[in-house]
């Protein structure tokens, strides 16, 4: 007998499918965005199926918020889970128009139930109020997928489920539809399974990572301590990165700096400004932090921030990704650097030790809402 | 028309009864048969299909003898007779509607079951999460999707049992009013040289055909610009 478990999401899935040993095991809070990310083929679609019910495995287990939905007695079909479910293409009703879409799911007379997700914010939220009267055949990837959005949360789930809702969109439907997510991210208390095999849109979007890897689950908790994980693939990738989040602290309007305050630190970020106190998630690349031994003088370099080197990793024969702890102490957000092999040996470099952490560029997410056709890119800086 | 014995129109109208009844029939029974043949996943589907293909190949001399030996007083078709005082099906309107069912059987059910595959999974996966019964997704997706199956197989079962005439011959004779229908007529005008009755209702037949024919083809054409 398990315990329950509630504000908790946990699965453990396994089983074999066709050539494919499924055996993926997790537990994720059932708040924010979890995003379930791996190569292609790993088996994450798989998941998100066995979640919805889709998928039947014999010998799994499923709980969502303290509710069983699968163990060895007992399996609830998918319309009997409270999910809303949004697949890769959006799969429309052909036979109705958007209205009846959106209406298909949407329990009757429950419009003023307590909690309940209301048809007018649906709306507003995914721009869908001047596409009600028209056809699904009429509209563009990027509106389908929105009114396919629509029609999961018209549905009042307790857990929304989506399989790469972006892959089967080009790339600036998928910077029209990005900001859309955020908002329902920031608006509606809604637990979220988001598949996708793109890290920038995890990065994006995910609070919480669940890693897979040929049918297993590699590692699932908040998005930075995988990130920054040095025993996980993501920290030794290409284009490792972290995201945090950082809270605006003043605004220096001679140079139109916003100052944000991070765990462990301070970030100084050209930007337009912002209301102090608002919440924004920022990315520094690994590539884009060199370390010193002494804090940095005559640089140009905005940002030199107290660290510790708590861990360390090859990569290849000539680098290095050093994990680094914000703070004097170290105890802060963790921050990964990519040095060569031979500067951590002139530098003399090693764990446990304090070193100034010279960031080149912060990247600060666009405003949540507000259409922006680079992204993250948008507001990349070079201080 | 003074020339035109009356009855010209019985057998018409006796065609048109049998077979608006019969495509009634098979829409009801044939609707189920379709949808577990396209979903099922069981080994022995396609012997059920083969089944329900079988009178597409087989000489309709052989089916008509078959079916007289069932509906005939020591068949299942006699007893079932008995049960309101009659002695056999064979030769009777009854006879007819069941051979008629069983001969078109596969124009209504493959049609049928070709939309139903085409619709594929997904529909059925959308609908059911978002909380809809198997039963109410079947209703409201399945059936509107499938729907030129649905005019399909109408139109090709209700022309094939107005066709019908080897199966009729052999289960249904030639009664007047009862079981003579259209194509049996032509050919006993035929017979006794009433060339005149016989080119009115084989010129009939023959616009029928073109309209069906016809209307199949803009369906089709509909159809796939919907796919579109």
């Not at chain 1, 790469?164 to 979220?192: C, G």
């Not at chain 2, 050919?187 to 037949?205: C, H, K, P």
């Amino acid at each position: 007998m398990r315990a329950i478990s509630p504000r908790s999401i946990r699965g453990e899935f396994r089983g074999q499918l066709g050539g494919f040993a499924l055996d993926a095991s997790f537990s994720v809070p059932a708040t924010g965005i979890t995003g379930l990310f791996g190569p292609s083929g790993c088996g994450k679609s798989t998941v998100l199926r066995c979640l919805a019910g889709l998928q039947r495995l014999p010998g799994s287990f499923c709980e969502v918020d303290g509710e069983v939905w699968q163990d060895t007695q007992l399996f609830r079909r998918p319309f009997e889970r409270p999910i809303g479910y949004v697949f890769q293409e959006a799969s429309l009703f052909p036979h109705f128009s958007v209205r009846a879409n959106l209406e298909y799911g949407a329990p009757r007379g429950s419009r003023s139930a307590p909690g309940a997700i209301a048809f007018d914010e649906v709306m507003e939220l995914l721009g869908l109020e001047r596409l009600l009267a028209r056809s699904p055949q009429n509209l563009s990837g990027g509106e389908r997928q929105r009114v396919a959005i629509g029609r999961a949360l018209l549905s009042q789930p307790k857990l929304l489920l989506m399989d790469e809702p972006l892959s089967a969109l080009d790339r600036l439907t998928k910077d029209e539809i990005l900001p859309f997510l955020e908002r329902l991210h920031d608006r509606l208390a809604l637990p979220v399974i988001y598949v996708s095999h793109d890290m920038t849109e995890i990065e994006r979007l995910a609070d919480h990572l669940i890693l897979m890897q040929a049918g297993r689950v590699l590692a699932a908790g908040p998005l930075h301590d995988l990130q920054s994980d040095p025993a996980l693939p993501l920290a030794v990738a290409r284009d490792a990165a972290v995201n945090f989040d950082a809270t605006v602290e003043s605004h220096d309007p001679t140079y139109g700096l916003l100052t944000l305050r991070i765990d462990g630190g301070q970030l100084l970020v050209p930007a337009p400004p912002l209301a102090i106190g608002e919440r924004r998630r920022v990315r520094i690349a690994a590539g884009d932090v060199s370390l010193a031994r002494q804090a940095p003088q005559g640089t140009s370099i905005l940002n030199a921030l107290a660290a510790r080197i708590v861990a360390k990793s090859p990569i290849g024969r000539s680098e290095i990704l050093v994990v680094l702890g914000l703070g004097p102490q170290g105890e802060g957000a963790r921050l990964l650097a990519r040095v060569t092999r031979r500067s951590w040996d002139h530098l003399q470099l090693a764990e446990g030790l304090d070193i100034f952490a010279q960031v080149k560029g912060v990247a600060l997410a666009p405003e949540r809402g507000a259409s922006s056709d680079q992204g993250y890119a948008a507001a990349k800086t070079a201080g | 028309m003074g020339g035109l014995s009356n009855d010209i129109w019985q057998p018409v109208r006796l065609t048109v009864e049998l077979a608006a009844i019969t495509t009634l029939i098979l829409l009801i029974v044939g609707t189920p048969i379709a949808w577990w043949l396209a979903r099922s996943k069981a080994w022995w589907k396609e012997g059920v299909a083969a089944v329900v293909a079988l009178p597409l190949v087989l000489p309709p001399t052989v089916l008509g003898f078959y079916l007289l030996v069932l509906l005939g007083p020591d068949g299942p078709g006699g007893a079932l007779a008995n049960l309101w005082g009659g002695r056999t099906l064979a030769f009777s309107f009854e006879g007819l509607v069941i051979g008629s069912v069983i001969y078109s059987m596969p124009f209504v059910v493959q049609p049928i079951r070709n939309a139903f595959a085409a619709i594929g999974d997904r529909p059925l996966e959308v609908a059911a999460t978002l909380r809809a019964s198997p039963t109410r997704a079947f209703w409201t997706v399945a059936i509107p999707l499938a729907r030129p199956g649905f005019l399909a197989g109408a139109v090709l079962g209700f022309a094939h049992t107005v066709g019908e005439f080897g199966i009729v011959l052999m289960i249904g004779g030639n009664i007047p009013g009862k079981t003579k229908v259209l194509s049996v007529a032509i050919f006993d005008y035929v017979e006794t040289s009433q060339w005149r009755e016989a080119n009115i209702l084989a010129g009939g037949m023959a616009a029928f055909a073109f309209v069906v024919i016809l209307t199949m083809m803009l369906l089709e054409k509909r159809t796939a610009r919907i796919g579109a």
